[in-house]
């Protein structure tokens, strides 16, 4: 066959495999914006989910839901977000290409592939039963801390690394500490990157659902008055929804819910990529 | 005076410096301990499983049904749930991901870049809830309608949607590979006459491959540990089956349905911790190999 042919029919068959992939978020999107954008009222956003007269949780709006996937943001950035970041500075800063920084961070990556259902069960062994804090928020707060944890870490040691040696060697020869170095210049010109990594992470915990199923969602609970009771969440109150047997009451709420839940989702993305792109024209080197 | 005051301040300095160190050392300390926990929790429940129970009877039992008066403990209705839904997600995802990956990264003019690319980025954002009310609710319908399949719910719903959740990872670790690839060998090939197309099959790919088998690996590793659009969508049957028409429950699901049902201390709850423990061995050996992989590669071009 002629090469230029051979070649306009496969480049026109990757082309395809483009198409498809963005076939499938627009379908996907598609159906969850079409659906649920008819559900949205403010009566969703100001009332906890009620129960129709078969009990099904199928009624009222989605107020306690979203409440308590904020509180689990809430938690994961008090938790996670400072542990991960000013860890992630002392293993690049100060430990820098020892042998044992490297297994560490082999060992880290790695945990940033363990699935979330496992981190669940860390969750339930450790802190629901061994530290006896029951099914609650904080078990839930903290499991969802320790599943993102090694994100936020990776992300900080990339943005960290990312920033030129000259700019440390320079400061530390004008008689700067190791440490007003980090505080002045590392940490500054690699915020864009931490902050991008730690929203990203953010978004994850909020969409995260099997680590809350074994540690402390539950159908019917409301606004959680402290950190040790059951809550309910935006991905548990659509995963609800679909199992709920009153099908036609429940799946538009189902839409609506994760409408609600992109839309924080997608926001929190696109800060994140607004973000990393206004610091880029900021600092060039 | 002058030489007293100087020390006064050297010394703030250097109680600022250590104090400093020591705040850092310890949030490193405690997530590379919190991070260490998993091997012990995991494995500290799944002991007393294995103190009872055959480990080779676990492994090759063909039923899993903990809960009945006559608790049988076998595996592999689970373990073959994840490898028939993974497996046939990966044969949809695997030429899919990688034409996408090359049609970014060599052929798409940089127009088209800057859509496509968030898009992948979105679709990588997308919660696995939402993947998974998809294929409960819409996805599911239209495989009914085809293959008129007895459960409506069942492996094939579960690896229509796991290939699109293996996508995004798929193609963002590939490209970063093809674009690693200098640029001078692809106008060392074109001035050779070669054309694009032959550039790319016989110049780019080879040379990127280990990334692409990594980005592979990576995304097969995702497909095995993912849960909730798993549960939602395949309808979590615990059956032993190679039929993709059938309901089947992976491990991520069996343990997301039967941990909140289990005891603390009882059998069941064991169990569930061997198998967890399972697919965390399962996932691990995944990753280490393509970390492995990407780290051969990476001393292959320095």
């Known amino acids: ?26 379908v996907i999107l598609g159906y969850v914006v079409v659906n649920g954008a008819g559900m949205l009222s403010i009566d969703l956003f100001t009332q906890d989910p009620a129960p129709n007269r078969h009990g099904a949780m199928v009624n009222g709006g989605i107020l306690s839901p979203i409440v ?61 039963y061994y530290l006896n804090f029951g099914l609650s928020l904080i078990a839930a707060g903290i499991t969802l801390s320790l599943l993102v944890l090694p994100i936020i870490m990776v992300s900080t040691k990339e943005a960290v690394e990312a920033v030129p040696s000259s700019i440390y060697e320079a400061s530390v020869a004008l008689g700067a500490t190791k440490f007003q170095t980090i505080i002045h210049h590392i940490l500054p010109y690699s915020a864009s ?23 402390g969602v539950a159908v019917n609970a409301s606004i959680p008055d402290g950190l040790f009771s059951k809550f309910q969440a935006l991905p548990y109150y659509i995963y609800l929804m679909t199992q709920t047997s009153d099908r036609s009451a429940a799946i538009p709420m189902a839409y609506a819910a994760a409408l609600v839940l992109i839309l924080i989702i997608v926001g929190m993305n696109l800060v994140a990529i607004i973000l990393r792109n206004n610091y880029r024209k900021k600092y060039r080197w | 005076m002058a030489f007293k005051k100087k020390k006064s301040k050297l010394s703030v300095d250097a109680l600022r410096e250590n104090g400093a160190r020591a705040l850092l050392f310890a949030c490193a300390f405690v997530s590379l301990i919190t991070l260490g926990l998993v091997f012990i929790f995991l494995l500290g429940n799944a002991i007393p499983f294995f103190q009872a129970n055959d480990l080779w009877a676990f492994l090759t039992g063909k039923v899993w049904s903990p809960f009945s ?73 239209w495989i009914f309608d085809i293959f008129h399949p007895v459960a409506r719910l069942n492996a094939l719903n579960g690896a229509l949607i796991l290939s699109v959740m293996m996508i995004p990872i798929l193609v963002s670790v590939a490209e970063e590979a093809m674009n690693s690839v200098p640029g001078s060998l692809r106008e060392a090939s074109l001035a050779l006459g070669a054309t694009k197309w032959e550039t790319i099959r016989m110049v780019v790919i080879p040379a990127s491959l280990p990334g692409i088998v990594a980005a592979v690996v990576l995304s097969v590793g995702r497909a095995v540990g993912e849960t909730m659009a798993v549960i939602m969508a395949t309808g979590s049957a615990t059956q032993f089956t190679i039929s993709i028409l059938d309901s089947v429950r992976p491990i991520t699901a069996a343990l997301a349905i039967d941990v909140p049902e289990s005891v603390a201390g009882s059998m069941q709850y064991y169990s569930l911790f061997a198998v967890g423990l399972l697919l965390f061995v399962i996932t691990f050996s995944i990753n280490l190999l393509a970390d492995f992989v990407l780290a051969r590669y990476k001393e292959a071009y320095n």
């Open chain 1, 68 to 128: 308590g996937t904020i509180m689990l943001m809430m938690l994961v950035l008090i938790i996670a977000i400072p542990i991960g970041v000013l860890g992630s500075i002392f293993l690049v800063e100060y430990w820098g290409d020892s042998k044992l920084s490297r297994i560490w961070w082999l060992v880290i990556n790695n945990l940033a592939g363990v699935p979330s259902i496992v981190w669940g069960l860390l969750g339930v062994a450790l802190l629901v």
């Open chain 1, 193 to 215: 990157g931490i902050l991008t990594g730690t929203i990203l992470s953010l978004s994850r915990a909020a969409g995260e659902t099997a680590p809350l199923l074994l540690t």
């Open chain 2, 69 to 141: 008066d006559y608790p049988l403990y076998g595996v592999l209705p689970l373990l073959m749930g994840t490898i028939l839904v993974s497996l046939v997600a990966a044969i949809i995802a695997i030429p899919i991901g990688i034409g996408c990956t090359v049609y970014l990264s060599e052929i798409a003019d940089p127009k088209v870049k800057r859509i496509l690319k968030p898009v992948i980025e979105v679709l990588a954002g997308v919660p696995s809830v939402v993947y998974g009310l998809f294929a409960a609710l819409v996805l599911s319908n």
């Open chain 1, 1 to 26: 066959m002629n090469r230029r042919l051979k070649e306009r029919i496969i480049f026109n068959l990757l082309r395809g495999c483009a198409i498809i992939v963005v076939l499938m978020l627009v």
